[in-house]
């Protein structure tokens, strides 16, 4: 026998006699001010059919109410937990998960896990803007201008499973000429017509394949393999060909996986490498990762999105199309960094009738003396707007010489007016004027530059500044305290709508914290800090 046979699984029969000290209700050891209670009552009052149909009809009723899981998920999220074990050690050991649980048994990390994946991934986004509607009938949103900001953050991939388009693009070429090698070979071998196609290479290749099979099957070839085997003619073409289309098949998948981006992961195809704000290596590496697009409104996020481009200046049309839509409204004005600034969004913004309160991307350079000396630049060169002409240092005029039509990366189309001018030969400010041999040359948007006036005014007024320094205390704010408080830097799910799940659980647990927050401190029903003394989010 052992000489531990003392010791039992069973831990109470060790016989230390205790006395039971926790009250069988657990309402008494949850505080009256505790933020727990608070996200349970206005989670209560959500519409949760789209949940419950996510669930079978005829299946057994699950261990635990989904309303109850959503609680709970979002609570955790809350809380700075996310993995789906420490969830289930939460809901075994703190109070706060118990009393949401009502006296229902604890899920496993297996049911949290297919919950947050399967049963909540068409219902979340529904849920979490049915609490937007919440905040804005009781008056917390203002409705008067939106702060919109973007970080990356990291993919849960592997780093090194890496694919270029660049590189699959030379391999591919590269392939297509040992195939057009071996076509002419095939054809004077069989007296055959075959011919592959750069677009339709991959059915050019199968027709390939089934006329060898056939051909192997009508001369009865017998397949030999190993050393010392000498192959058949059709044998050694029917693999060449077949390993031709497998390896075609390969690009023709990493082709379809790059969705215009110029790279993916492999071990998530959604996810963009990128480089990543925080490096501390300090080497400019990149990882795979996401675009987290916010809105900010009251120190509220009221929209949130996942993007895979690694600038923010494509997300923003698409982000406030979405937002819109999803409101059910249209904020009056858009207040956003220099990142956001195009013409098209300019256009768009224009167009819907929302103000601009976005920063040009050479604000700092104009204020910068080394900027108003340089007399290359244009804004320090006269310009006649009856003549249509820029008058440059050496007093000579640059005229517009043409105009052409530029496409963006989204499908925008802008005019692009080219100045030249009249004559640079012989001029002594030549070398700090342009570095062309030919005469200096300026291509400017009209359109954009109008647009960036009309910002540029729009930021420089007293609303504008308010509207600025709101932005980098709420929306940037935001950022801070989800990426350091919460310590939320890397993505536990992978694909693009579990992303999105995931960002919008951390903001839903975000939005309550911070209404909890401003319950405290009395400060419900504030949308704007009026300066910087006052300007601290409290979370």
Same mark, same amino acid.
């Given at each position: 026998?052992?000489?531990?046979?003392?010791?039992?699984?069973?831990?109470? =029969?060790?016989?230390?006699?205790?006395?039971?000290?926790?009250?069988?209700?657990?309402?008494?050891?949850?505080?009256?001010?505790?933020?727990?209670?608070?996200?349970?009552?206005?989670?209560?009052?959500?519409?949760?059919?789209?949940?419950?149909?996510?669930?079978?009809?005829?299946?057994?009723?699950?261990?635990?109410?989904?309303?109850?899981?959503?609680?709970? !998920?979002?609570?955790?999220?809350?809380? $700075?937990?996310?993995? +789906?074990?420490?969830? =289930?050690?939460?809901?075994?050991?703190?109070?706060?998960?118990?009393?949401?649980?009502?006296?229902?048994?604890?899920?496993?990390?297996?049911?949290?896990?297919?919950?947050?994946?399967?049963?909540?991934?068409?219902?979340?986004?529904? !849920?979490?803007?049915?609490?937007?509607?919440?905040?804005?009938?009781?008056?917390?949103?203002?409705?008067?201008?939106?702060?919109?900001?973007?970080?990356?953050?990291?993919?849960?991939? $592997?780093?090194?499973?890496?694919?270029?388009?660049?590189?699959?693009?030379? %391999?591919?070429?590269?392939?297509?000429?040992?195939?057009?090698?071996?076509?002419?070979?095939?054809?004077?071998?069989?007296?055959?017509?075959?011919? &592959?196609?750069?677009?339709?290479?991959?059915?050019?290749?199968?027709?390939?394949?089934?006329?060898?099979?056939?051909?192997?099957?009508?001369?009865?070839? &017998?397949?030999?393999?190993?050393?010392?085997?000498?192959?058949?003619?059709?044998?050694?073409?029917?693999?060449?060909?077949?390993?031709?289309?497998?390896?075609?098949?390969?690009?023709?998948?990493?082709?379809?996986?790059?969705?215009?981006?110029?790279?993916?992961?492999?071990?998530?195809?959604?996810?963009?490498?990128?480089?990543?704000?925080?490096?501390?290596?300090?080497?400019?590496? !990149?990882?795979?990762?996401?675009?987290?697009?916010?809105?900010?409104?009251?120190?509220?996020?009221?929209?949130?999105?996942?993007?895979?481009?690694?600038?923010?200046? %494509?997300?923003?049309?698409?982000?406030?199309?979405?937002?819109?839509?999803?409101?059910?409204?249209?904020?009056?004005?858009?207040?956003?960094?220099?990142? #956001?600034?195009?013409?098209?969004?300019?256009?768009?913004?224009?167009?819907?009738?929302?103000?601009?309160?976005?920063?040009?991307?050479?604000?700092?350079?104009?204020?910068?003396?080394?900027?108003?000396?340089?007399?290359?630049?244009? =804004?320090?060169?006269?310009?006649?707007?009856?003549?249509?002409?820029?008058?440059?240092?050496?007093? /000579?005029?640059?005229?517009?010489?043409?105009?052409?039509?530029? *496409?963006?990366?989204?499908?925008?189309? +802008?005019?692009?007016?080219? #100045?030249?001018?009249?004559?640079?030969?012989?001029?002594?400010?030549?070398?700090?004027?342009? /570095?062309?041999?030919?005469?200096? *040359?300026? #291509?400017?948007?009209?359109?954009?530059?109008?647009?960036?006036?009309?910002?540029?005014?729009?930021?420089?007024?007293?609303?504008?500044?308010?509207?600025?320094?709101?932005?980098?205390?709420?929306? =940037?704010?935001?950022?801070?305290?989800?990426?350091?408080?919460?310590?939320?830097?890397?993505?536990?799910?992978?694909?693009?709508?579990?992303?999105?799940?995931?960002?919008?659980?951390?903001?839903?647990?975000?939005?309550?914290?911070?209404?909890?927050?401003?319950?405290?401190?009395?400060?419900?029903?504030?949308?704007?800090?009026?300066?910087?003394?006052?300007?601290?989010?409290?979370?």
């Amino acid at each position: 026998m052992s000489s531990n046979s003392k010791y039992h699984k069973n831990y109470t =029969e060790f016989g230390e006699p205790y006395q039971l000290v926790l009250p069988l209700n657990l309402e008494g050891l949850v505080p009256d001010d505790d933020s727990v209670r608070l996200l349970s009552h206005e989670l209560e009052e959500l519409d949760y059919s789209l949940l419950y149909q996510a669930y079978s009809a005829k299946g057994r009723n699950p261990a635990v109410d989904p309303k109850t899981m959503f609680k709970i !998920l979002t609570y955790a999220y809350s809380q $700075n937990i996310y993995s +789906s074990r420490k969830i =289930e050690s939460a809901c075994r050991r703190d109070i706060n998960f118990m009393w949401l649980l009502v006296g229902q048994k604890a899920p496993d990390h297996s049911t949290i896990a297919r919950f947050r994946t399967g049963f909540l991934a068409d219902a979340c986004e529904n !849920l979490f803007y049915q609490m937007i509607r919440r905040l804005e009938e009781s008056g917390e949103l203002s409705k008067e201008t939106v702060f919109i900001d973007g970080t990356k953050l990291e993919a849960c991939a $592997n780093k090194y499973t890496f694919v270029w388009k660049k590189s699959v693009g030379k %391999w591919e070429a590269k392939m297509y000429e040992r195939i057009q090698e071996a076509v002419r070979l095939l054809n004077q071998e069989y007296l055959c017509r075959f011919l &592959v196609g750069e677009e339709t290479r991959t059915q050019d290749l199968q027709e390939i394949c089934r006329f060898l099979d056939e051909k192997c099957r009508v001369d009865g070839t &017998v397949f030999v393999h190993g050393r010392g085997k000498r192959k058949s003619r059709n044998q050694r073409y029917l693999e060449l060909f077949r390993r031709f289309l497998e390896r075609q098949t390969i690009y023709d998948w990493h082709t379809a996986s790059f969705q215009g981006r110029n790279n993916y992961c492999k071990t998530d195809p959604d996810a963009t490498f990128m480089h990543m704000k925080d490096d501390h290596m300090r080497n400019a590496q !990149l990882k795979p990762g996401y675009n987290v697009q916010i809105a900010v409104d009251s120190e509220y996020i009221v929209a949130a999105d996942i993007f895979q481009d690694r600038n923010d200046v %494509w997300t923003l049309v698409p982000f406030l199309k979405d937002m819109e839509k999803k409101l059910g409204f249209r904020y009056p004005s858009v207040t956003a960094d220099s990142g #956001y600034e195009s013409e098209e969004a300019y256009e768009y913004l224009s167009g819907a009738g929302q103000k601009a309160y976005i920063k040009p991307q050479t604000y700092e350079k104009w204020k910068k003396r080394s900027f108003k000396k340089d007399i290359s630049k244009r =804004e320090n060169m006269r310009y006649d707007e009856t003549a249509d002409t820029y008058t440059c240092h050496a007093e /000579k005029k640059l005229r517009a010489v043409a105009v052409r039509k530029q *496409k963006s990366k989204s499908g925008y189309q +802008s005019k692009v007016t080219i #100045y030249e001018c009249e004559d640079c030969s012989g001029c002594p400010y030549k070398e700090k004027c342009t /570095k062309s041999k030919g005469n200096k *040359k300026l #291509y400017l948007s009209k359109n954009f530059l109008k647009k960036r006036q009309e910002s540029y005014e729009n930021i420089l007024s007293e609303k504008g500044i308010q509207y600025r320094m709101n932005r980098s205390i709420q929306v =940037e704010g935001a950022f801070g305290v989800l990426k350091n408080d919460y310590q939320f830097q890397r993505f536990l799910l992978r694909g693009k709508p579990r992303v999105r799940l995931e960002i919008l659980l951390l903001c839903l647990g975000y939005n309550l914290n911070k209404l909890h927050a401003k319950i405290q401190n009395e400060r419900t029903g504030k949308h704007l800090f009026l300066n910087l003394e006052i300007g601290r989010a409290h979370v």
